[in-house]
Nanobody, 120 residues
């Protein structure tokens, strides 16, 4: 069974940065495309980013383009989400999810989530 564990969330001021990590165990990370999702209180879950199995292709939601970057280290079985210029509307629980297929639309495995709060 694949397991994903997010870390790195916390409280940050507007304009600040955070780096989330998603540690994968159970199978080699190279077999999965990895997506980051988020869900704010009272809102539907939304896709934030997707990175291909080899890391050569990434996609981002319009709301985070130019501010967030996802990258992976398959040797460390870890995927990252670097979040810069954070805004209050980025406040949400962030989840990483693994996809057996090449896209991140319908993940097969999910992490438990990490809270990100952007507030002064």
């Amino acid at each position: 069974q694949l397991q994903l564990v997010e870390s790195g969330g916390g409280l940050v001021q507007p304009g600040g940065s955070l780096r989330l990590s998603c540690a994968v165990s159970g199978f080699g990370l190279e077999h999965f495309a990895i997506g980051w999702f988020r869900q704010a209180p009272g809102k539907e879950r939304e896709g934030v980013s997707c990175i291909s199995k080899g890391g050569g292709s990434t996609n981002y939601a319009d709301s985070v383009k130019g501010r967030f970057t996802t990258f992976r280290d398959n040797a460390k079985n870890t995927v990252y989400l670097q979040m810069n210029s954070l805004k209050p509307e980025d406040t949400a629980v962030y989840y990483c999810a693994a996809n057996i297929g090449s896209r991140c639309l319908k993940p097969d495995f999910w992490g438990q989530g990490t809270q990100v709060t952007v507030s002064s």
